[in-house]
T-cell receptor, first 112, second 111 residues
Framework: NAGVTQTPKFRVLKTGQSMTLLCAQD?????MYWYRQDPGMGLRLIHY???????AKGEVPDGYNVSRLKKQNFLLGLESAAPSQTSVYFC???????????FGAGTRLSVL | SQQGEEDPQALSIQEGENATMNCSYK?????LQWYRQNSGRGLVHLIL?????REKHSGRLRVTLDTSKKSSSLLITASRAADTASYFC???????????FGPGTSLSVIP
């Protein structure tokens, strides 16, 4: 049982480069989320989706874009990476809006 | 400011002791959730407690919720080295569509 799978696990970028993080879930969940985790700050919501074809901004959306073309996939894009985007990124999904979230293993991103 | 904040930030205990972590929040909630994160891994859900519940148990875990004090506690009894992890509370505000995570408590259980 895969659950939530994130790729890649690690990535190093140079300032200004772009990349896409992929999240896939096999639980048929409607809701999907992208968070970033920084030391001492817990998880902060970047963007989320309440269903296929929908996206919405979270707490810290600037510098990121997302797409949910298929129900099982949620993509996070960085168009022009900045050192401030060095972080660990987590994807999560949930069956309902206020319920339990299932997390992927994370992507460690360093922007030099 | 954050909706939920855990206390203490870090806790170190001996194996076999009980560990208690607290979470305080500011506004009324629909439910409160506790998650565990092992080093280098994603978060794993432990317990969800709804606003009309006062206590829930799951194995060695006991969660209490006091809505009048806007606080919750997570008790881990008879701790094991494998309980070493960060623990996060997540609050869901009433009439709010997002889950807000606190900064977490880092628990170290010394064998």
């Amino acid at each position: 049982n895969a659950g939530v799978t994130q790729t890649p696990k690690f990535r190093v970028l140079k300032t200004g480069q772009s990349m896409t993080l992929l999240c896939a879930q096999d639980m048929n969940h409607e809701y999907m989320y992208w968070y970033r985790q920084d030391p001492g700050m817990g998880l902060r919501l970047i963007h989320y989706s309440v269903g296929e074809g929908t996206t919405a901004k979270g707490e810290v959306p600037d510098g990121y874009n997302v797409s949910r073309l298929k129900k099982q996939n949620f993509l996070l894009g960085l168009e022009s990476a900045a050192p401030s985007q060095t972080s660990v990124y987590f994807c999560a999904s949930s069956y309902d809006r206020l319920g339990i979230q299932y997390f992927g293993a994370g992507t460690r991103l360093s922007v030099l | 400011s954050q909706q939920g904040e855990e206390d203490p930030q870090a806790l170190s205990i001996q194996e076999g002791e009980n560990a208690t972590m607290n979470c305080s929040y500011k506004t009324s909630i629909n439910n409160l959730q506790w998650y565990r994160q092992n080093s280098g891994r994603g978060l794993v859900h432990l317990i969800l407690i709804r606003s009309n519940e006062r206590e829930k148990h799951s194995g060695r875990l006991r969660v209490t919720l006091d809505t009048s004090k806007k606080s919750s506690s997570l008790l881990i009894t008879a701790s094991r080295a494998a309980d070493t992890a960060s623990y996060f509370c997540a609050t869901v505000k009433t009439s709010y569509d997002k889950v807000i995570f606190g900064p977490g408590t880092s628990l170290s259980v010394i064998p």
